[in-house]
């Protein structure tokens, strides 16, 4: 994924990113990766197997980490190929799986399981599926404050009451260094305009977009779960 033309000229136009905050890909594709890819049907099977392979070392630190098993429906928003959904479903028996992705990427799914729905649609113009648990891997991070907090208003908008949302991403430490949580915030900035950030900057957002008692959970691999609880309505 990282050899595709469309990465290679972000990072060889770097400077670009650096002299402006700009995301270096908009000198290759105007429009950014996601109408990119849409219109590039190859390489987006690339890049979607790209994220399964690299969920597939991630997934099993968050199962341990967290219990799924108490949520009746869970709803994976940008969950890809549903990669992370199905082994969430495989950990709780009794749940329902939605998962929400752009139309390009749903058409080319066979759903195949049960328990598992997939709904097509966009999270900044779609209303969002209704669940108890909203799952947000490597998502938030693609995306600047504006667009992170529509992302999040959204799911708060169609939570049931006392629903959580678990952003699932590289959370980086107030004080300490993180060389990979660094890494991924240049490769943000340079190929989608996102960023890496802090457990105390996800709480703003989170808070801002309605939700409260956001905690951070370590998982034992690099990703940490950042589990909140939609504000105002009864648990
Ligand atoms: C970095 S990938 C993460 C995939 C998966 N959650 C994982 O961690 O493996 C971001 C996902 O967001 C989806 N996405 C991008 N823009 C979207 C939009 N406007 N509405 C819904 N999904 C979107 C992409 O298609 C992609 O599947």
């Given at each position: 994924?990282?050899?595709?033309?469309?990465?290679?000229?972000?990072?060889?136009?770097?400077?670009?990113?650096?002299?402006?905050?700009?995301?270096?890909?908009e000198?290759?594709a105007a429009d950014g990766i996601w109408p990119y890819?849409m219109g590039?049907?190859?390489?987006?099977?690339?890049?979607?197997?790209?994220?399964?392979?690299?969920?597939?070392?991630?997934?099993?630190?968050?199962?341990?980490?967290?219990?799924?098993?108490?949520?009746?429906?869970?709803?994976?928003?940008?969950?890809?190929?549903?990669?992370?959904?199905?082994?969430?479903?495989?950990?709780?028996?009794?749940?329902?799986?939605?998962?929400?992705?752009?139309?390009?990427?749903?058409?080319?799914?066979?759903?195949?399981?049960?328990?598992?729905?997939?709904?097509?649609?966009?999270?900044?113009?779609?209303?969002?599926?209704?669940?108890?648990?909203?799952?947000?891997?490597?998502?938030?991070?693609?995306?600047?404050?504006?667009?992170?907090?529509?992302?999040?208003?959204?799911?708060?908008?169609?939570?049931?009451?006392?629903?959580?949302?678990?952003?699932?991403?590289?959370?980086?430490?107030?004080?300490?260094?993180?060389?990979?949580?660094?890494?991924?915030?240049?490769?943000?900035?340079?190929?989608?305009?996102?960023?890496?950030?802090?457990?105390?900057?996800?709480?703003?957002?989170?808070?801002?977009?309605?939700?409260?008692?956001?905690?951070?959970?370590?998982?034992?691999?690099?990703?940490?779960?950042?589990?909140?609880?939609?504000?105002?309505?009864?648990?």
């Amino acid at each position: 994924m990282m050899g595709l033309p469309v990465f290679r000229a972000s990072f060889d136009q770097l400077e670009h990113s650096v002299r402006t905050g700009s995301p270096a890909i908009e000198l290759a594709a105007a429009d950014g990766i996601w109408p990119y890819l849409m219109g590039h049907p190859d390489e987006a099977k690339i890049f979607g197997h790209a994220m399964t392979g690299k969920a597939a070392a991630d997934t099993a630190a968050v199962l341990g980490a967290y219990d799924f098993g108490r949520f009746d429906t869970i709803s994976d928003i940008g969950g890809g190929r549903g990669h992370l959904l199905r082994a969430v479903l495989d950990m709780a028996p009794s749940a329902e799986g939605i998962l929400f992705d752009l139309p390009d990427v749903i058409q080319t799914l066979d759903v195949g399981r049960d328990r598992l729905t997939a709904r097509a649609g966009a999270f900044f113009v779609d209303p969002l599926p209704t669940a108890d648990a909203y799952i947000l891997m490597e998502v938030i991070h693609d995306w600047p404050d504006a667009e992170a907090a529509a992302i999040l208003t959204a799911v708060r908008r169609a939570a049931s009451p006392g629903a959580r949302v678990l952003i699932i991403e590289n959370v980086l430490d107030d004080m300490s260094p993180d060389p990979r949580g660094h890494t991924l915030d240049i490769i943000m900035l340079a190929c989608t305009g996102g960023r890496e950030r802090t457990g105390t900057q996800l709480d703003g957002l989170l808070k801002a977009a309605g939700f409260r008692d956001s905690t951070v959970i370590n998982t034992g691999g690099p990703l940490r779960i950042v589990e909140a609880v939609a504000a105002g309505r009864a648990d």
